[in-house]
């Protein structure tokens, strides 16, 4: 096999058991994943940390995102596109931090850590990027710019994420998105 193709065979067996065991993945459990011998893995990635890495920018890869928010139910009102954007963000949230707690010194390197900090920036403004395209239709029913309304629903949604199990629900925040927290009946 080809030392390219070698390499990308080890990161998604990688990804792989990181989706199921989070960064307590081994050595061995990558090397049996990929159909390597655990020697042929420290010649492509000479430690764990260098494993890691790779494997963490690739689980934030811009190309997983998008997969996954495909998958994302949307309808075509602005409420159901809010419902939709909300579950998206907090299930991607959700799912990236259960399976990537912050950094350690020891499990990831300083050169890691900052590839894997600059992947969560790329990723925060490819939601954002998202978010406006599917609301952009219904920027005539907003109050604010699909950019403004893609950074509250980024905030409340990455909130909710955080958050669990604080009693809301991703139809909760998509209510006070869409209809504020101030009475009408009060203006």
């Known amino acids: 096999?080809?030392?390219?193709?070698?390499?990308?065979?080890?990161?998604?067996?990688?990804?792989?058991?990181?989706?199921a065991h989070g960064?307590?993945?081994?050595t061995r459990m990558v090397a049996e994943a990929a159909g390597v011998a655990e020697g042929t893995?420290?010649?492509?990635?000479?430690?764990?940390?260098?494993?890691?890495?790779a494997t963490y920018t690739e689980f934030l890869s811009h190309e997983r995102l998008m997969a996954r928010l495909t998958t994302v139910e949307l309808g075509t009102t602005l409420e159901s596109r809010t419902l939709g954007c909300?579950?998206?963000?907090?299930?991607?949230?959700?799912?990236v931090h259960a399976v990537l707690p912050p950094p350690r010194h020891e499990s990831v390197n300083a050169t890691?850590?900052?590839?894997v900090r600059d992947a969560h920036k790329d990723r925060l403004?490819?939601?954002?990027?998202?978010?406006?395209d599917v609301i952009s239709d219904?920027?005539?029913?907003?109050?604010?710019?699909?950019?403004?309304?893609?950074?509250?629903l980024k905030a409340l949604s990455m909130g909710l994420a955080m958050a669990r199990p604080g009693g809301l629900?991703?139809?909760?925040?998509?209510?006070?998105?869409?209809?504020?927290a101030r009475r009408k009946d009060t203006l």
Do not use: N, S
């Open 1 to 19: 096999m080809p030392p390219e193709q070698r390499r990308a065979a080890i990161i998604d067996a990688a990804v792989d058991l990181l989706d």
């Open 112 to 115: 890691h850590a900052v590839c």
């Open 125 to 132: 403004a490819d939601l954002r990027d998202w978010v406006v």
């Open 41 to 53: 893995l420290f010649r492509v990635f000479p430690t764990l940390p260098d494993l890691l890495g």
């Open 169 to 180: 629900t991703p139809e909760d925040v998509t209510r006070f998105a869409l209809d504020g």
């Open 138 to 152: 219904h920027a005539h029913e907003l109050t604010v710019t699909p950019e403004t309304y893609a950074h509250y």
């Open 86 to 95: 909300v579950r998206g963000i907090v299930d991607y949230f959700g799912h």
């Open 23 to 26: 960064p307590e993945l081994t």
